[in-house]
């Protein structure tokens, strides 16, 4: 196969393609359920973060825009959350129902790698749009297959860490501890993505070395 090299865009550029996807499916989403969680209590807080999100997959979907990935799973997961909380009327199965969806992602991410569909390549894209026969080449399949493992465990201590917060812990500090741990734990996995992602690509010489600002910063962190 020929040898397809990649040139990742400035990180301006970068930043700016994934700040939407995150705002709209992980940062506004949090931020309306904490203001109305103290204005109007947890059922307006629900109520509105669900209608932010699928307002925000519908305005994709008029416009003809890609959804992206992290913005849909945000969207079917408060969808099961709020049929749960509301069919047993109970807001403690609203906040544990996001720590088994992610034991539920943690199972997608692992049934998707013997199924040669890597989620993390999904998601990737996302953030980092990849020319398709730089996507296909053997190395970087390889990688994407290694990272979803990676993600899998990510997602795993995630939701053991909510869940040991849900049940020990009153509702604010388990939503601050939550979030804080969250942030820490999935932080340090994009940390380490990003890090072997450029040395596994320079490494099979498919990494263009024109962008040095990139270029550095993997030097440093590798």
């Not at 959350?81 to 720590?99: C, D, E, K, N």
């Given at each position: 196969?020929?040898?397809?090299?990649?040139?990742?865009?400035?990180?301006?550029?970068?930043?700016?393609?994934?700040?939407?996807?995150?705002?709209?499916?992980?940062?506004?989403?949090?931020?309306?359920?904490?203001?109305?969680?103290?204005?109007?209590?947890?059922?307006?807080?629900?109520?509105?973060?669900?209608?932010?999100?699928?307002?925000?997959?519908?305005?994709?979907?008029?416009?003809?825009?890609?959804?992206?990935?992290?913005?849909?799973?945000?969207?079917?997961?408060?969808?099961?959350?709020?049929?749960?909380?509301?069919?047993?009327?109970?807001?403690?199965?609203?906040?544990?129902?996001?720590?088994?969806?992610?034991?539920?992602?943690?199972?997608?991410?692992?049934?998707?790698?013997?199924?040669?569909?890597?989620?993390?390549?999904?998601?990737?894209?996302?953030?980092?749009?990849?020319?398709?026969?730089?996507?296909?080449?053997?190395?970087?399949?390889?990688y994407f297959l290694r990272i979803t493992l990676l993600w899998a465990l990510v997602q795993l201590a995630n939701a053991?860490?909510?869940?040991?917060?849900?049940?020990?812990?009153?509702?604010?500090?388990?939503?601050?501890?939550?979030?804080?741990?969250?942030?820490?734990?999935?932080?340090?996995?994009?940390?380490?993505?990003?890090?072997?992602?450029?040395?596994?690509?320079?490494?099979?010489?498919?990494?263009?070395?024109?962008?040095?600002?990139?270029?550095?910063?993997?030097?440093?962190?590798?």
């Amino acid at each position: 196969m020929p040898i397809t090299t990649f040139q990742p865009p400035p990180l301006l550029t970068l930043a700016r393609h994934a700040i939407r996807p995150v705002l709209e499916g992980v940062i506004i989403p949090l931020a309306l359920f904490y203001v109305f969680l103290w204005r109007s209590g947890v059922w307006g807080a629900i109520t509105v973060a669900l209608i932010w999100s699928w307002g925000a997959v519908a305005y994709r979907l008029v416009k003809g825009q890609r959804v992206p990935g992290i913005l849909m799973l945000g969207a079917l997961g408060m969808t099961v959350r709020t049929v749960l909380a509301v069919s047993t009327q109970s807001v403690f199965f609203y906040f544990l129902q996001p720590t088994l969806g992610t034991v539920v992602v943690a199972g997608a991410f692992l049934l998707s790698v013997p199924a040669g569909r890597p989620l993390a390549a999904r998601l990737a894209e996302d953030f980092l749009p990849m020319p398709d026969a730089f996507r296909e080449h053997p190395a970087v399949r390889r990688y994407f297959l290694r990272i979803t493992l990676l993600w899998a465990l990510v997602q795993l201590a995630n939701a053991a860490l909510a869940f040991w917060l849900l049940v020990s812990q009153p509702v604010p500090v388990f939503l601050a501890a939550k979030t804080a741990g969250s942030l820490v734990l999935t932080a340090a996995a994009i940390a380490v993505s990003t890090v072997v992602f450029f040395r596994s690509m320079r490494r099979h010489g498919l990494l263009s070395s024109s962008q040095p600002a990139l270029s550095a910063a993997a030097h440093i962190v590798g």
